[in-house]
């Protein structure tokens, strides 16, 4: 079965930068588009940034537009987020994402990715 984990979160002092991971398996990665999700507490889930199957194509949100950079690995079945300048408003739970369809334009919203992995804390205070 489809199986997400991502590592890489922790505690960063505002302007610092964390690089997060997802490894993939359980589906042929390479086929399918892939985003990078965020909860804030008492928040609601929001779309951060996502990658077509092919790296073709690279959106993100734009609170986070020019701090950070998404990128994957098909070879290693691998995601990343490299994130920079944080801001204590980044501080959430962050979340890998795969589209629930196989090469089609990427998703920019959450409702087409199916799979979530387990996520981890990112926290961004002095």
């Known amino acids: 079965q489809v199986q997400l984990v991502e590592s890489g979160g922790g505690l960063a002092q505002p302007g610092g930068s964390l690089r997060l991971s997802c490894v993939a398996s359980?589906?042929?990665?390479?086929?399918?588009?892939m985003s990078w999700a965020r909860q804030a507490p008492g928040k609601a889930p929001e779309w951060v940034s996502g990658?077509?199957?092919?790296?073709?194509?690279?959106q993100y949100a734009d609170a986070v537009k020019g701090r950070f950079t998404i990128s994957r690995d098909n070879a290693d079945n691998t995601l990343y987020l490299q994130m920079n300048s944080l801001k204590p408003e980044d501080t959430g739970v962050y979340y890998c994402?795969?589209?629930?369809?196989?090469?089609?334009?990427?998703?920019?919203?959450?409702?087409?990715?199916?799979?979530w992995g387990q996520g981890t804390q990112v926290t961004v205070s002095a």
């Open positions: 994402l795969k589209d629930s369809l196989s090469y089609r334009t990427l998703p920019v919203t959450l409702e087409p990715y199916g799979s």
């Open positions: 990658i077509a199957h092919d790296s073709s194509d690279i």
């Open positions: 359980g589906f042929t990665f390479g086929w399918y588009a």
